[in-house]
């Protein structure tokens, strides 16, 4: 559960961004917050910033970047490098992130969601086995969009079968929540 709390740290400066305005800086902004998050977790391979507030549709977006094919506000960053600071790049918008279940579930309840491990494709870099863990926005009550991070599973099972954790010859690790 270690994951969520970036997120929900996050949460309230977001929104606090989303009830300012859409303009150019305030876009900047929350690209910044995104990239932020990201670097922040160890384990988050991805993230995305959905925003569906109509201030932040077709072409009053700034950077064409966070665009979607529907005219759609959506940032996807990439950590390159999820274990060391730096090395997170905002990538093309991709519509893909919006079928995630996990998606859908906070933005049909407006509450905070874990997505069940997938494969998904991602900024068409090929298929990462993993999940979402999305955190609703909300301006006044109203739900204005999510932050999300994509968890990659196989680079948490690197980090737990690395053979310098282990205690002696025979040992094993689990993870237990």
Same mark, same amino acid.
């Given at each position: 559960?270690?994951?969520?709390?970036?997120?929900?740290?996050?949460?309230?400066?977001?929104?606090?961004?989303?009830?300012?305005?859409?303009?150019?800086?305030?876009?900047?902004?929350?690209?910044?917050?995104?990239?932020?998050?990201?670097?922040?977790?160890?384990?988050?391979?991805?993230?995305?910033?959905?925003?569906?507030?109509?201030?932040?549709?077709?072409?009053?977006?700034?950077?064409?970047?966070?665009?979607?094919?529907?005219?759609?506000?959506?940032?996807?960053?990439?950590?390159?490098?999820?274990? $060391? @600071? =730096?090395?997170?790049?905002?990538?093309?918008?991709?519509?893909?992130?919006? %079928? &995630? *279940?996990?998606?859908?579930? +906070?933005?049909?309840?407006?509450?905070? $969601? @874990? =997505?069940?491990?997938?494969?998904?494709?991602?900024?068409?870099?090929?298929? %990462? &086995? *993993?999940?979402?863990?999305? +955190?609703?926005?909300?301006?006044?009550?109203?739900?204005?969009?999510?932050?999300?991070?994509?968890?990659?599973?196989?680079?948490?099972?690197?980090?737990?079968?690395?053979?310098?954790?282990?205690?002696?010859?025979?040992?094993?690790?689990?993870?237990?929540?």
């Amino acid at each position: 559960m270690a994951h969520i709390l970036p997120l929900s740290g996050i949460q309230a400066r977001l929104e606090e961004l989303l009830e300012k305005g859409s303009g150019e800086i305030t876009q900047e902004l929350l690209v910044a917050q995104v990239k932020n998050v990201l670097d922040m977790n160890a384990s988050g391979v991805y993230a995305y910033l959905y925003i569906t507030d109509p201030r932040y549709t077709g072409t009053n977006i700034a950077n064409p970047k966070y665009r979607t094919e529907n005219g759609e506000f959506l940032v996807l960053a990439k950590d390159l490098d999820p274990r $060391s @600071i =730096g090395g997170v790049e905002v990538l093309e918008s991709d519509a893909a992130v919006l %079928k &995630f *279940g996990s998606v859908q579930k +906070t933005l049909r309840t407006g509450k905070a $969601s @874990i =997505g069940n491990p997938s494969y998904v494709d991602i900024a068409h870099e090929g298929n %990462k &086995f *993993g999940f979402g863990i999305n +955190t609703p926005l909300k301006v006044r009550g109203e739900l204005k969009g999510l932050i999300g991070i994509f968890i990659d599973l196989n680079e948490i099972s690197a980090r737990l079968l690395d053979p310098s954790l282990s205690a002696f010859d025979t040992d094993y690790r689990s993870i237990i929540s």
